[in-house]
């Protein structure tokens, strides 16, 4: 399963599905036991600990302080891990509207944390794009 790499064809071909929780970034140092029934959505060891982003609700149950409330969109396109440009014209669309985002590569799609706030923004201009690459790509 070695996905997409052509770059007309990912963005015309991706479908993003904006997940209903709000998710925060958290942090637990080096050797830090992590609270039971956490269940980070992703995980990512760094010299200063171990980054988990977490459901919002969860954070606060665990009593963990959270930054950057967001909302991950799913790119329904199993996308190459070696394709070029495609997260960088995502983001890019995004960065023309004002949206931050915090992107992940994972094996069969992207996802992007998106500021809690302009998530349905950010969804209907991935929408946008997808349509305007799917007429450029019909045409040829």
Aim: charged residues 20%.
């Amino acid at each position: 399963m070695a996905g997409e790499t052509e770059l007309g064809r990912l963005l015309a071909g991706m479908r993003p599905v904006l997940a209903p929780a709000t998710y925060v970034f958290v942090t637990v140092a080096a050797g830090e036991r992590l609270p039971d029934d956490i269940d980070p959505v992703m995980t990512f060891r760094e010299s200063e600990g171990l980054t988990l982003v977490v459901s919002e609700a969860k954070a606060a149950a665990a009593r963990l302080r959270g930054a950057f409330p967001c909302r991950l969109i799913t790119l329904q396109i199993h996308s190459s891990l070696d394709a070029v440009g495609f997260l960088a014209a995502v983001t890019a669309h995004l960065a023309a509207r004002g949206i931050g985002v915090n992107p992940v590569a994972a094996f069969h799609h992207d996802h992007l944390f998106v500021p809690a706030g302009r998530a349905d923004e950010a969804l209907a201009a991935l929408k946008t794009l997808a349509d305007e690459s799917s007429r450029v790509l019909a045409m040829g």
